[in-house]
């Protein structure tokens, strides 16, 4: 049983450390659109770089 | 002669062109029996009309081709031929349109534009290359869900451009203010609803891995410290996801009123608390796997009605249509400028030419022309105009260029006075209260008595934590979640549902009132006809189609007739303009001219049928080319007028038009000239529509609008005035009236739907309050079983919506 004393609080940092990513990615807008990166993503490949320039006009 | 039909029309333009039965679109996909044709490495490319011919070019030009080979792997899609918009959007280039809609920042500039006619995983993809096609365009970043499109541009770069680029490229685009406090506010608000949902779930999770060991028969310190713990994860659940509960349930009692969240509130805060109690005296049960399950499931089953009711248009977005008009304004020192026409004042010389809406009313000083009316009064002929008529707004230049003087701007404008009657008409209260809203009000009332009964029973025993369990377990059972998700979910799984057809509803309850209505007023002008006066027959006796000469002598004529002619001209070919001599324009007459050495006069030929005029064209007075011109019924008006009687509607015919025309056209649709109401004004429409309790009015004029508000249901037509659509409860963005019909059969079986939900919920309701007060249930089998009632409605409704689609 001692080994609860560690696996717990491990377990609760895990859980704790993911969730709190999720609260940064929502908070970072990346659930705001969720079905065009889906559809965008069945585009030709030469359509990278517009998406990544895309990503970089956004930043600024 | 009986009015042609739709038959009878393509039959004659089919006998005028060659050859093969039909063609496909290269760019819509639309068969058609007039074609027109590119010639591309000396294969025909076929298209529908001339739109989507110059976006094929467009598109070709740009070696954007993919868009084609994307385009085929969605079959299932619907596309509408191209609408050339001759709008040139200059006045986007304004320092005040720029203030409103654009945000500017040192190294770029950002536009939010809403663009009508998104519809396949093609238009995305040619929408997110524009920055190909325009060298301004740094990137485009599109929304697929709400069609709402990103602009990042190089500074400097016209507005009007890009507005041009899209609009060529068949999609209208409507700005979005650029309302950037609204929409952060907006966004926030969804992620916070994520949030809370995760931060429930996590919590949950993590308080069930206890749970198990302890429902195992863990005991001593062990269990303490677990449930202790459990404390600790469940207090971000209660105190920060479940908070919409609590204001929701405050804001209702301040209300005076019981609403679903006031049941789920009461058991979150007295299961907290009593879970707290337990644990400081040691014995009792705790309920925090309870309880944070059933935040967790409730806030699930209302995420997915969000997240439902967000797909396809929104009713939002229908406040991006309201179009600006900009205006030439000549000022005293001869200057031109171009304003938007809401910024004109009084005294204000104003240049207008075919095409153009009047944005003002006023006085003509210089000029003649002629005027379409029809959507201000309902008249469908064009009104010749000269020095000194009065113009209003929100009538169309058909032809001619003119000055005018403004004499009235605003409020004060004929048009301005029907905006504040609309706007001064109270919004209309809905007669029908939703159903399940009163069941649920209801119901909870007699469950917060029936918990209170077990309390005080088992107190009165000396059980009290046996009463207060099976009260918390009623609580979380009898929750009436289904009962209060069936209504909104199935109304807005078919508002989606329409909006992917190109009908946007503007508020929920319409759709309980289109189910239950029987009485259909149409608008005639506009509204089942096309409003303009067009080109049925072009028959010529000799195989020459004599399209220069005709364009040629239109090409300077101020006639009302002129416009049309020289558009179904330049629909068929390019054409080339003639040397002319002695070109003469009579007044009431016609033009003539001497082509060749050989002389012609267009002028009126006496037609039999009262509902068209038929020019014709004279080669040394002999009669060589007879054109039928008349407002053509829209292609589906007849067809949608007949599954309308079949569905069992009543259809009325509603216009200003003469009675001539009025029952020439009710003849034609099958209307029993009793149910067809000539030389209406607006008062009279609303009185008409008034008479009936539940009604549905379809219009697109400002005559309309009026009668919009009024009626239970308001349809607003594609090409409807501003002013309509403010009024209107409905908005269809696709031609013609066939629509209607989608909309009353998804409203029908919208309300099955719900009915279904709702008896299911109650019947479930019943049973589990029935187990939870005689302690057959605890609370954590009642926050499990709760939610499922939630989800079986879900799933019921998601049925429903995959089987159409």
């Known amino acids: 049983m001692e080994a609860l004393l560690i696996l717990l609080p491990i377990s609760l940092l895990l859980g704790g450390t993911f969730l709190f990513l999720f609260i940064m990615n929502v908070k970072n807008g990346d659930f705001d659109d969720l079905s065009t990166p889906a559809k965008r993503m069945l585009f030709e490949d030469e359509n990278i770089n517009t998406n990544l320039n895309k990503k970089q006009g956004l930043e600024k | ?805």
């Open chain 2, 1 to 805: 002669m009986t009015a042609p039909t739709r038959e009878s029309i393509s039959e004659q333009s089919s006998k005028a062109m060659p050859i093969r039965s039909s063609y496909d679109c290269t760019h819509c996909g639309l068969s058609t029996k007039n074609p027109l044709f590119i010639n591309d490495q000396s294969t025909e490319i076929a298209f529908c009309c001339k739109g989507c011919m110059t976006v094929y070019e467009i598109i070709k030009d740009n070696k954007l081709g993919e868009y084609y080979k994307l385009k085929e792997s969605e079959p299932l899609q619907e596309s509408i031929p191209v609408f050339q918009s001759k709008a040139n959007y200059k006045h986007y280039d304004e320092t005040n349109f720029k203030n409103e809609y654009v945000s500017v920042s040192e190294d770029n500039q950002k536009i939010k534009i809403y663009l009508e006619g998104i519809h396949c995983l093609a238009c995305l993809w040619l929408i997110e290359n524009t920055p190909k096609m325009h060298p301004g365009i740094i990137s485009a970043n599109l929304n697929f869900e709400n069609s709402l499109a990103e602009f990042t541009m190089r500074p400097n770069t016209k507005i009007s451009e890009i507005a041009l680029l899209l609009s060529k490229l068949g999609y209208q685009p409507h700005p979005v203010k650029n309302d950037d406090e609204l929409q952060s506010l907006k966004t926030k608000e969804e992620r916070d609803y994520l949030i809370r949902l995760g931060i429930a779930m996590a919590c949950m999770g993590n308080i069930l891995l206890f749970s198990i060991s302890i429902y195992a028969g863990l005991e001593g310190k062990l269990k303490d410290s677990f449930e202790w713990l459990s404390l600790v994860i469940a207090l971000p659940v209660l105190l920060y996801s479940a908070t919409p509960f609590y204001k929701s349930a405050y804001n209702s009692l301040k209300q005076k009123r019981f609403n679903i969240d006031l049941p789920v509130s009461l058991a979150l805060i007295f299961g907290g608390l009593g879970g707290v109690v337990s644990l400081l005296t040691g014995h009792g049960e705790t309920y925090f796997d309870s309880l944070t399950s059933l935040v967790f499931l409730l806030l699930l089953s209302r995420y997915a009605l969000l997240k439902i009711k967000q797909h396809g248009v929104s009713s939002s977005s229908l406040e991006y249509f309201s179009s600006f008009g900009s205006v030439k304004v000549q000022r005293e020192n001869g200057v031109i400028e171009t304003v938007l026409a809401k910024y004109l004042e009084l005294n204000d010389t104003i240049l207008l030419s075919t095409g153009d809406m009047v944005p003002a009313d006023g006085e003509v000083l210089q000029g003649t022309g002629a005027v379409n009316t029809s959507l201000l009064t309902g008249e469908s002929n064009p009104i010749a105009i000269k020095e000194k008529s009065v113009l209003f707004s929100g009538t169309e230049i058909i032809s001619g260029e003119l000055s005018m003087v403004v004499q009235k701007v605003g409020n004060s404008t004929k048009l301005g006075q029907i905006l504040t009657e609309v706007n001064r008409t109270k919004s209309k209260l809905s007669p029908i209260s939703t159903l399940s809203d009163k069941i649920s009000r209801y119901f909870i009332a007699v469950v917060l008595f029936l918990s209170l009964a077990l309390i005080s029973y088992f107190s009165f025993q000396g059980n009290f934590t046996e009463g207060a369990m099976r009260a918390l377990t009623l609580l979380i059972i009898t929750c009436p979640c289904a009962l209060a998700l069936a209504t909104p979910l199935a109304l807005a799984s078919a508002i989606h549902k329409l909006s992917s057809e190109g009908i946007i509803v503007k508020s929920e309850d319409v759709l309980e009132k289109v189910a239950k209505t029987k009485d259909i007023y149409l608008d005639k002008t506009g509204t089942l006809t096309k409003g303009i006066f067009q080109v049925s027959n072009w028959q010529s006796t000799t195989e020459n189609k004599y399209y220069d000469i005709v364009w040629t002598l239109e090409s300077k004529a101020k006639h009302p007739i002129a416009q049309s002619l020289k558009n179904y001209i330049e629909s068929k070919v390019t054409p080339v303009e003639l040397s002319v001599e002695n070109w003469l324009e009579v007044p009431g007459i016609g033009v003539e001219a001497i082509i060749d050495s050989i002389k012609y006069r267009i002028g009126k030929f006496s037609s039999p049928d009262p509902l068209s005029t038929t020019i014709a064209l004279y080669e040394d007075d002999e009669p060589v080319l007879k054109v039928q011109l008349r407002d053509n019924l829209r292609h589906d008006s007849i067809e949608s007028i007949k599954t309308i009687v079949e569905a069992g509607f009543r259809p009325h015919l509603i216009s200003g038009d003469s009675e001539k025309n009025v029952h020439n056209i009710a003849k034609v649709l099958g209307i029993p000239l009793k149910h067809a109401f000539f030389r209406v004004t607006p008062k009279d429409k609303v009185e008409i529509v008034k008479k009936t309790d539940l009604s549905i009015m379809v219009g697109d004029g400002a005559n309309d609008a009026m009668a919009l508000k009024e009626a239970e249901v308001g349809i607003a037509v594609k090409g409807s005035l501003d002013i309509s659509l403010k009024a209107a409860d409905i908005y269809l963005s696709n031609m013609g009236v066939s629509p209607i019909l989608e909309i009353i059969k998804i409203s029908r079986e919208c309300i099955q739907v719900i009915k279904r939900n709702m008896i299911f919920s109650i019947l479930y309701n019943l049973v589990g309050a029935t187990l939870a007060i005689n302690g057959y249930l605890n609370p954590l089998w009642a926050a499990v079983l709760m939610p499922l009632s939630s989800f079986t409605v879900l799933l019921s409704t998601y049925f429903w919506i995959r089987r159409k689609n």
